[in-house]
């Protein structure tokens, strides 16, 4: 499909044509936002403020409760004020390390995505706004890891080999890629807006690069959720049945790569088999929490007509159904309420 049928010798009520000018447009309105409402890392966050300083007030670094399963754990919990604070470094230094990784697996797909774009395609200009941002995330985020001065590895040995099936996927299967972006973008950011949100005291580096994340971020989000609802109807029936079963299992397998720290993590910090049994993802609580971070994406699926009955069931079987959100964003506490 071109996007630039917007001359006269075309009925302008098709509702083809009015569907990806409806599209055209909600993109041109993404890639004016990050004209207009973007960050730059080291011009934005003030990395040589005193109280910038990874070792000042460092008890700033023990875990939050509100958004990891491991700072609320009564094995955590136990632990001296060093450990904790020790724990709470290498713990958030991997996360952004993962992040960071993440990033540049997404920006080598998306690459090769625009590559082949016509003329014209609005995906092409929004694409490229997105990888110019995410190049500078992955720039805010090692800065952030090399601050606090853990040396972590980020992505475990098996999750790293993703980044060789980044671009076939992107270049065969872009419905399949984008649900693939979904999958690390979503749970990053249901982490980064409820520790925000709780208004619990961070360490000043976490919390100016998790505000320019979730800012930059939604706009990211909000493109995935709009190619998909865009892309996945135009495909033939097959195909469609393929993605239905595709999502729960890429949201899963990605979700957890992100959330989960690798084996040495464990090693490092001696944490017993039951404590990592129970966080990943053994206990109620850190399974309602994995789940949690896909209702958006549920309400995504309804919609784009990817919740068959057979998706359904695959969904409950990986244990992350449950309620959808009315809007995208909509806080937790009023999707269960209603
Ligand atoms: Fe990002
Ligand atoms: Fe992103």
């Not at 606090?148 to 671009?167: C, N, Y």
Request: charged residues 25%; glycine residues 6%; negative net charge.
């Amino acid at each position: 499909m071109t996007y630039t049928a917007t001359t006269s010798d075309v009925d302008p009520v098709d509702p083809v044509v009015r569907e990806a000018q409806e599209y055209a447009a909600k993109l041109m309105l993404l890639s004016e936002g990050s004209v207009h409402r973007h960050f730059d890392p080291y011009e934005d966050i003030d990395w040589d403020n005193p109280d910038f300083d990874a070792a000042a007030l460092p008890e700033r670094w023990i875990l939050p409760v509100s958004a990891d399963t491991l700072g609320r754990h009564p094995w955590y919990l136990a632990q001296s004020t060093e450990r904790q604070i020790e724990i709470g470094k290498y713990r958030q230094a991997n996360v952004a390390k993962v992040g960071l990784q993440f990033e540049s697996i997404l920006i080598s797909g998306m690459v090769n995505h625009t590559f082949s774009l016509p003329n014209g395609s609005p995906e092409f200009r929004y694409c490229t706004h997105e990888m110019a941002e995410e190049l500078n995330h992955t720039l805010m985020f090692q800065e952030m890891v090399n601050r606090i001065g853990a040396d972590v590895p980020g992505m475990g040995p098996f999750v790293r080999q993703f980044r060789h099936l980044s671009v076939p996927v992107a270049v065969l299967f872009p419905n399949l890629f984008f649900m693939a972006v979904l999958g690390g973008e979503e749970p990053i950011d249901h982490i980064q807006k409820a520790i925000l949100r709780s208004g619990e005291e961070v360490h000043p580096i976490m919390h100016g690069v998790m505000a320019i994340h979730v800012a930059e971020e939604a706009r990211h989000i909000s493109f995935a959720h709009e190619f998909l609802k865009h892309h996945v109807p135009e495909a033939k029936p097959l195909n469609k049945a393929v993605l239905s079963l595709a999502f729960p299992l890429v949201m899963w397998l990605l979700g957890r790569s992100i959330v989960k720290p690798p084996k040495s993590f464990f090693k490092e910090f001696d944490i017993p088999e039951e404590v990592r049994r129970d966080l990943f993802f053994g206990s109620k609580d850190a399974r309602q929490t994995f789940s949690d971070y896909f209702v958006d994406v549920r309400a995504l699926a309804t919609e784009i007509g990817l919740m068959n009955p057979i998706a359904k069931g695959v969904w409950k079987l990986l244990r992350i159904d449950g309620p959808v959100s009315r809007y995208r964003s909509e806080p937790l506490r009023s999707v269960k309420a209603a």
